[in-house]
């Protein structure tokens, strides 16, 4: 059976990644992890990815650098930020420049990781259902408007003085 989701767990630390993963290892996600940003931009590269954990201090780029570019490639992407080091300054930016979607401290709460993951990604399922009811609208609405154009008046109601519709 296929996994409904993937997730992508992204740190420099291989004991770290570990741990996500056995957090995890019981949820109804396809658990990817990568090494580093470019092992993480790689996976992204190959396989659709609908939620990313990131480190946020790793050698190359700090997670909100690797963030930022997640979300200009893949925007539709939840993007969450797991960090040593929380200060205040370093989570508004996190926010601001990478589109993060929480800022999570380390040593994380295990349940509360899985609880953040469910939120985000039935969010993520709203955004997705909600884009395709817009698009659905919207194809929709050019339907009227080439019916009417063929048809003029086809779309007026016409009514008595007591409401009843006239045919």
């Known amino acids: 059976m296929e996994k409904a989701y993937k997730v992508l767990l ?27 940003e470019m ?15 990131s480190d946020y201090k790793m050698p ?7 963030l930022k570019r997640v979300a200009a490639d893949y925007p539709d992407t939840i993007r969450i930020i797991l960090t040593g080091h929380a200060d205040m300054e ?11 979607y929480r800022f999570l ?8 990781l899985r609880i953040t993951i469910r939120l985000a990604l039935e969010h993520l399922k709203l955004q997705r259902e909600n884009r395709a009811l817009s698009a659905e609208v919207h194809k929709q609405k050019q339907i009227l ?23």
Do not use: C, M
Request: zero cysteines.
């Open 39 to 53: 092992e993480g931009l790689n996976k992204l590269y190959v396989s659709r990815v609908d939620l990313i954990i």
């Open 105 to 112: 401290t380390k040593p994380w709460d295990d349940q509360d």
């Open 60 to 66: 190359v780029h700090d997670g909100v650098e690797f």
């Open 90 to 100: 370093a989570a508004i930016a996190a926010i601001n420049e990478g589109g993060v």
């Open 145 to 167: 408007k080439d019916l009417e154009t063929e048809h003029p008046g086809i779309s007026q109601i016409n009514k008595d003085e007591t409401g009843a519709i006239l045919i």
């Open 10 to 36: 992204v740190d420099d630390e291989v004991n770290v990644l570990n741990a996500l993963a056995r957090s995890l290892r019981k949820e109804p996600y396809e658990v990817l992890i990568a090494a580093s």
